[in-house]
């Protein structure tokens, strides 16, 4: 199996294509691309957490929210950072995606949902922002932001 940065390569230069103000359309464009049911998902969730697993992947932590950076967009084939988080009911700190967010989604125990969304793509726009949040059970969430944008608080 390939490694979760190469496997996630191919999202990258897919999300660095994106309109990410209309929502709707670049979720499409992904679940088109990128089927939840499809291979390519597949093979990025079993490595994702065969990396949780094993200490690789989250493997920093505060207030109850874990964490790790994948990739910086410098070593991104489409320029986003990419990153990981792993979930339950512990927010996690307010910040605005200045150029946008996109989040793949894995339930992991419960009913958990992301910002009110089951599993699934999700696209935030460029000024969004929030305190993400999980509810109703565990969840692991890789995120892109395109460039590494964002502002903290």
Same mark, same amino acid.
């Given at each position: 199996?390939?490694?979760?940065?190469?496997?996630?390569?191919?999202?990258?230069?897919?999300?660095?294509?994106?309109?990410?103000?209309?929502?709707?359309?670049?979720?499409?464009?992904?679940?088109?691309?990128?089927?939840?049911?499809?291979?390519? #998902? $597949?093979?990025?969730? !079993? =490595?994702?957490?065969?990396?949780?697993? %094993? *200490?690789?992947?989250? @493997?920093?932590?505060?207030?109850? #929210? $874990?964490?790790?950076? !994948? =990739?910086?967009?410098?070593?991104?084939? %489409? *320029?986003?950072?990419? @990153?990981?988080?792993?979930?339950?009911?512990?927010?996690?700190? !307010?910040?605005?995606?200045?150029?946008?967010?996109?989040?793949?989604?894995?339930?992991?125990?419960?009913?958990?949902?992301?910002?009110?969304?089951?599993?699934?793509?999700?696209?935030?726009?460029?000024?969004?922002?929030?305190?993400?949040?999980?509810?109703?059970?565990?969840?692991?969430?890789?995120?892109?932001?395109?460039?590494?944008?964002?502002?903290?608080?």
């Amino acid at each position: 199996m390939p490694d979760l940065k190469s496997l996630l390569a191919p999202v990258s230069c897919k999300v660095a294509t994106l309109d990410l103000t209309d929502t709707d359309a670049a979720e499409t464009a992904l679940a088109e691309a990128f089927p939840a049911d499809g291979e390519t #998902v $597949r093979d990025i969730e !079993i =490595a994702a957490r065969a990396g949780l697993a %094993g *200490g690789t992947l989250c @493997d920093r932590e505060n207030a109850g #929210v $874990r964490f790790s950076r !994948i =990739a910086k967009p410098d070593a991104d084939p %489409g *320029g986003c950072s990419i @990153d990981a988080v792993y979930m339950a009911d512990s927010p996690g700190p !307010i910040h605005t995606h200045t150029k946008g967010e996109v989040c793949l989604c894995f339930a992991d125990g419960g009913e958990p949902a992301f910002e009110g969304r089951r599993e699934t793509w999700m696209v935030l726009p460029p000024g969004s922002r929030h305190a993400p949040t999980v509810t109703e059970g565990k969840m692991l969430i890789i995120y892109w932001w395109p460039d590494g944008a964002v502002a903290w608080k």
